[in-house]
């Protein structure tokens, strides 16, 4: 691949890792000031699946601060790997409950979120533009 082909590249991935890394940020971000309400809403909608009270309360309490750990790592593509490997588990999370309570609109729209992730995981050595590549030196 040429330089300019292989800047370019680089270059689109450090924007589709920041934007994923902003969308995630903010997905937990807004919902810290409204913590108790979010948490209450993802158990009120868990509660007659197969799933323990307690596994989905500590799961929905949690759900904002995974999004902020993950959209930080992959603003800055620090531990740019972890980033995406939690992102993915996260996923895959969250197509599960929504299998499980037979949201399949919001589980199509979280396989888009799958892909994303796999996109990031396919061209990682693209990841030039990150903290994880000043590391490396």
Known sequence: MNESKQTTLEIGYAIFRFTMGINLFLHG??????????AGNVFTK????????????????????????IGILLIFGLFTNIGIILGGLLMATF???????????????????????????????????????????
Do not use: H
Request: proline share 4%; glycine share 4%; with cysteine.
């Open 29 to 38: 971000g807004v919902r810290i000031p409204k913590l108790d309400a979010f």
């Open 95 to 137: 197509v599960l409950g929504s299998c499980l309570i037979e949201n399949f609109q919001a589980a199509g729209s979280q396989m888009v979120y799958a892909i994303y992730i796999f996109m990031l995981a396919y061209f990682i050595d693209a990841n030039k533009y990150s903290i994880d590549r000043v590391r490396e030196k």
């Open 46 to 69: 868990f509660q007659d699946t197969l799933l323990p009270d307690i596994l989905i309360s500590a799961f929905a309490y949690s759900i904002p601060f995974i999004e902020i750990l």
